[in-house]
């Protein structure tokens, strides 16, 4: 098993530019987590899915953020337009219905907006 | 905010030496869970402790949980310098799949 993959794993960008952030969680797996973890804050959880669909985007930021899910493979997390603040690691995360509590991280996408 | 709190921020020990790091929290939960990160790297389950139970054993792990105090701690018996690390313990929030993070600990285990 590949683990959850994420993609790019560092993102440098300008302030006002699109940013969209990948991730594909691990097959089987029916929850999907987005969380952004800073020095200031640590890890916050942006929102999950379950079967595709988004269940808590309490953690959502503010409207410039976005995430999808189309289909069980693949999720996306944008930020339009992006500023400096939002420089962060972001983590997705997965877990199966069978085990709802042990979540399984990728490796992060290290964001740095200029 | 139901965000754990760990305790120490930092801890640095000797290779050999026993590490102990303290989690609180502030609502009634169904589990604790431990997650280690690597640095530049995404967590990793350790352990996970339910609500009913006090403590828990896995290999050089052990941790317990006292939920009259709303804390929890993690021992890690006879370090080694691998186990150099952050450890965050993490809580169900309101029983939904939706964890929530301490600060961490930052273990640094010197050779």
């Known amino acids: 098993d590949a683990g959850v993959i994420q993609s790019p794993r560092h993102e440098v960008t300008e302030m006002g530019q699109e940013v969209t952030l990948r991730c594909k969680p691990i097959s089987g797996h029916d929850y999907l987590f987005w969380y952004r973890q800073t020095m200031m804050r640590g890890l916050e959880l942006l929102i999950y899915?379950?079967?595709?669909?988004?269940?808590?985007d309490s953690g959502m930021p503010e409207d410039r953020f976005s995430a999808k899910m189309p289909n069980a493979s693949f999720s996306t997390l944008k930020i339009q337009p992006s500023e400096p603040r939002d420089s962060a690691v972001y983590f997705c995360?997965?877990?199966?219905?069978?085990?709802?509590?042990?979540?399984?991280f990728g490796p992060g996408t290290r964001l740095t907006v200029t | 905010s139901q965000q754990g709190e760990e305790d120490p921020q930092a801890l640095s020990i000797q290779e050999g030496e026993n590490a102990t790091m303290n989690c609180s929290y502030k609502t009634s939960i169904n589990n604790l869970q431990w997650y280690r990160q690597n640095s530049g790297r995404g967590l990793v389950h350790l352990i996970l402790?339910?609500?009913?139970?006090r403590e828990k054993h896995s290999g050089r792990l052990r941790v317990t949980l006292d939920t009259s105090k709303k804390s929890s701690s993690l021992l890690i018996t006879a370090s080694r310098a691998a186990d150099t690390a952050s450890y965050f313990c993490a809580t169900d929030f309101q029983g939904a799949q939706k964890l929530v993070f301490g600060q961490g600990t930052r273990l640094t285990i010197n050779p």
């Open positions: 402790i339910r609500s009913n139970e």
């Open positions: 899915f379950n079967n595709n669909v988004p269940i808590d």
């Open positions: 995360a997965s877990n199966p219905s069978g085990r709802p509590y042990e979540q399984y």
